[in-house]
């Protein structure tokens, strides 16, 4: 395929050519309204190795709109959550990891999805009477990047787990895509897990079940794409290498880690209402 992507309806975009099918990929798209929810399933090695991406379930929602309507904010976050209690199913205790560097704003999705998260594992364990049943068991860390902490992510990850013991881990982190269309207005949930930067061929040891043990989810928004794929002409070599973004990203940042955090927070804290969690967390 040799395009840079990790969204994987993308990549079985790239992959189909002219084929109505790939054999072990199943994909499966609907409407609601502007948002379209798109979920590829990739069944077997075959799919695995066509796509590029590990075997499991990846699920789209493309809301062009999303950083300008509030109904189509309110809808994505209700969309997430339903599709994040699906993947936790009857998890108890969970772990949020905000991934990226907080200093690189296309790269800060994760500290900021963090920073807007209901946390309530230490409520839970000293006010049991007040946060109860409707309230999720959560704790969460920002780690940071390697190159500023000098220790790999899943080593940190595996540090605080030990701690918190969580069921269900549950990885933020920007993402590179292919579709100029989908940069900043979409959103990727995985049950596979995250390979930390891979999009922009960074390639750190992964948070997945294999290295830590519990199921991991992954969610991410594509913040990023290469310049060789803008523009539909030739690029002069020394660029090739560069990933740009857009120039609203400091708006979309905001925009994008509120939409996805309240998501997570209506997904673990199931009595709570949208409007309710709005008034707790900024």
Do not use: W
């Not at 120039?247 to 673990?268: C, Q, W, Y």
């Amino acid at each position: 395929m040799g395009i840079r992507t990790d969204m994987a309806v993308e990549a079985h975009e790239l992959s189909r050519g002219e084929a109505k099918e790939i054999e072990g990929v199943k994909l499966t798209s609907y409407e609601h309204g502007a948002i379209k929810r798109t979920i590829v399933d990739v069944l077997d090695d075959n799919g695995a190795k066509t796509l590029n991406k590990m075997k499991g379930r990846y699920i789209t929602i493309d809301a062009p709109d999303l950083k300008n309507s509030t109904d189509d904010y309110e809808t994505v976050c209700e969309m997430l959550s339903d599709d994040l209690r699906t993947m936790c199913g009857n998890s108890k205790r969970t772990l949020v990891v905000g991934l990226g560097n907080r200093e690189i704003t296309p790269d800060a999705l994760g500290s900021e999805v963090v920073d807007k998260l209901l946390i309530t594992s230490h409520m839970k364990k000293y006010m049991p009477e007040v946060f109860g049943d409707g309230y999720g068991d959560v704790s969460a860390i920002a780690p940071g990047v390697m190159g500023t902490t000098g220790i790999e992510t899943v080593d940190i990850v595996k540090g605080v787990m030990d701690a918190v013991k969580p069921d269900t881990v549950i990885a933020i982190d920007a993402l590179a895509g292919a579709d100029i269309n989908r940069v900043t207005t979409s959103i990727q949930i995985a049950d596979t897990g995250i390979a930390p930067g891979s999009g922009v061929g960074n390639h750190r040891n992964g948070l997945n079940r294999d290295s830590l043990g519990v199921k991991v989810i992954a969610v991410g928004v594509p913040t990023v794409i290469a310049a060789e794929l803008l523009g539909g002409g030739e690029i002069d070599e020394e660029f090739k290498s560069l990933m740009v973004t857009t120039n609203d990203i400091d708006s979309v940042i905001k925009r994008m880690s509120k939409t996805v955090a309240n998501g997570i927070n209506l997904a673990l804290h199931r009595n709570m209402t949208l409007r309710e969690l709005e008034e707790l967390v900024e």
